[in-house]
């Protein structure tokens, strides 16, 4: 498993990921995850304090749940 690593967009001159719609707002907290090449589990921000997570295999929700929280509260520090 490893943290997808965002694209440089030369027009809006910023690293992006590319979320297919489903992550609207700009946030630290948005990530993705790849496993074996193939992204396995997103998180982003898509509202003032509304979050969106997706995942699958190998994944449990139990699992993306708590790695979506334990992001999300490192970054509260």
Do not use: C
């Amino acid at each position: 498993l490893n943290n997808k690593a965002p694209l440089w967009n030369e027009h809006s001159q910023v690293y992006q990921l590319d979320f297919g719609g489903r992550v609207t707002q700009e946030s630290a907290k948005n990530f993705q995850i790849e496993f074996k090449g193939k992204q396995v589990m997103q998180f982003g921000r898509i509202d003032g304090n509304a979050y969106t997570l997706d995942f699958q295999y190998p994944f449990s929700a139990v699992q993306a749940f708590a790695v979506a929280l334990a992001n999300v509260t490192q970054r509260l520090k």
